[in-house]
Each structure stands twice: as C-alpha cells, then as structure tokens.
Nanobody
Framework: QVQLVESGGGLVQAGGSLRLSCAAS????????VGWFRQAPGKEREFVAT????????YYADSVKGRFTISRDNAKATVYLQMNSLKPEDTANYYC????????????????WGQGTQVTVSS
C-alpha cells in the first residue's frame, strides 16, 4: 500500500508559478512510478506528467510541456510538480498517483491516488 498526500495548490495569476508536492508513505517509495493528473469541473481526469521509480524517465502532456517539470526525491519520499507560466486553462484539481511497474499516461493504470489539491489560475 502507498498513501499519497498532495499539497501546494492555491490561487495564482496567469504567468505565475506554483510547486505541488506529493508526499508518500507506506510501500518503499523508490519502487513506484508516480504520475500527476488533473481534473477540471465537468471534464475527465487527464494526464499531466509522470516519472519513473528512480527518476530517469519522464513524460509530459503536450499542453504542459516546457512549462511544467516533474521531479522526485526518494530520500524524502516526495514527488514535485513545478508549474511555471501558468494559464487559466491549467485551473483544476491536481492529483498524484502511484503504480508499481513503469510509467503510464493512463489513469486506469494507477493503483494509488491522493485526495487532490486545487490550483486556480486567474486571468
């Protein structure tokens, strides 16, 4: 089992930055891949970024590529999502998720989910 807790969300103006954190407990953190997803009201949950267990492999959604950076510190059992040049369309509830084998862009592939943190970008 892996327990995940997101933090770092908030209200920011367009063009601003936020850093989200996903703190994990339970199973050895360095053995799981982690993904960030987001869900806006009335929309499906969508992939944002993912990072492999030891951080060598990362993937991003086209909509955030070049603006967001995913990273992890396995000693602290934490994954980060640095979000720069934020746009109003980035407004959503952001979730981190973990899975036991390899990265994935699909929500159905993840076994463990956090409760989410709200990001609101004003224009």
């Amino acid at each position: 089992q892996v327990q995940l807790v997101e933090s770092g969300g908030g209200l920011v103006q367009a063009g601003g930055s936020l850093r989200l954190s996903c703190a994990a407990s339970g199973r050895t953190f360095s053995t799981v891949a982690v993904g960030w997803f987001r869900q806006a009201p009335g929309k499906e949950r969508e992939f944002v970024a993912t990072i492999s267990a030891i951080g060598r492999v990362t993937y991003y959604a086209d909509s955030v590529k070049g603006r967001f950076t995913i990273s992890r510190d396995n000693a602290k059992a934490t994954v980060y999502l640095q979000m720069n040049s934020l746009k109003p369309e980035d407004t959503a509830n952001y979730y981190c998720a973990a899975r036991n084998i390899g990265t994935s862009k699909k929500t159905v592939d993840y076994n463990y989910w956090g409760q989410g943190t709200q990001v609101t970008v004003s224009s």
